[in-house]
Antibody, heavy 128, light 107 residues
């Protein structure tokens, strides 16, 4: 069974740091693009960062660029999000989500995408 | 960055009715890169539709998606009590963006 579980959330002061973990089971994490998506209390979903499967490079939303760093440990089948210089507006539930790849002839290049597996999320609260 | 605008913000319907949710993009989106998610309070989102019109595994055939270019629609026929939730559209260009969501509530 495919499963993602986040951990590492908690209460941190503005300017502080936190490291989130996403442990994968039931599949090889390095074979998929994995994303961090967050949801502020009572708000919608916001994409934060991706670890691309091919390049292993990280992509970031403008709101976190230069402050957050995504990384991966293949031996532990885990993904991480190092969050520095945290701000009150970073307060949210953070989800890791796997990008599923679907091969259908009517998809562009024969491939469609969707975030097909999500963890339960971990709450990050930035407050003094 | 492509902005997705969902309408209506809240949709009030009764079980058994048909729901039509809209998602409008600020510029053209590849149909392959448009998805819909359902989220219930306290839960993670769940993929419903990918590639504009393909149902994800295990999703009821009461859910269907359509559209192209900048206008996309999620239709739920014959609403069941468990369908009342938040719904988000999402696109992938160089990054992901989500619509602000539609709350489907019981009338």
């Amino acid at each position: 069974e495919v499963q993602l579980v986040e951990s590492g959330g908690g209460l941190v002061k503005p300017g502080g740091s936190l490291r989130l973990s996403c442990a994968a089971s039931g599949f090889t994490l390095s074979s998929y693009t994995i994303n961090w998506v967050r949801q502020a209390p009572g708000k919608g979903l916001e994409w934060v960062s991706s670890m691309r499967v091919r390049s292993g490079d990280g992509d970031y939303a403008d709101s976190v660029k230069g402050r957050f760093t995504i990384s991966r440990d293949n031996a532990k089948n885990s993904l991480y999000l190092q969050m520095d210089s945290l701000r009150a507006e970073d307060t949210a539930v953070y989800y890791c989500a796997r990008e599923g790849v679907y091969f259908y002839i009517n998809c562009a290049g024969g491939v469609c995408y969707g975030l097909d597996s999500w963890g339960p999320g971990t709450l990050v609260t930035v407050s003094s | 960055e492509i902005v997705l605008t969902q309408s209506p913000g809240t949709l009030s319907l009764s079980p058994g009715e048909r729901a039509t949710l809209s998602c409008t993009a600020s510029q053209s989106v590849l149909t392959s890169h448009l998805a819909w998610y359902q989220q219930k309070p306290g839960q993670a989102p769940r993929l419903l539709i990918f590639g504009t019109s393909y149902r994800a595994p295990g999703i009821s055939d009461r859910f269907s998606g359509s559209g192209s270019g900048t206008d996309f629609t999620l239709t739920i026929s014959r609403l069941e009590p468990e369908d009342f939730a938040f719904y988000y559209c999402q696109q992938y260009d160089n990054s992901y963006t989500f619509g602000q969501g539609t709350k489907l509530e019981i009338k």
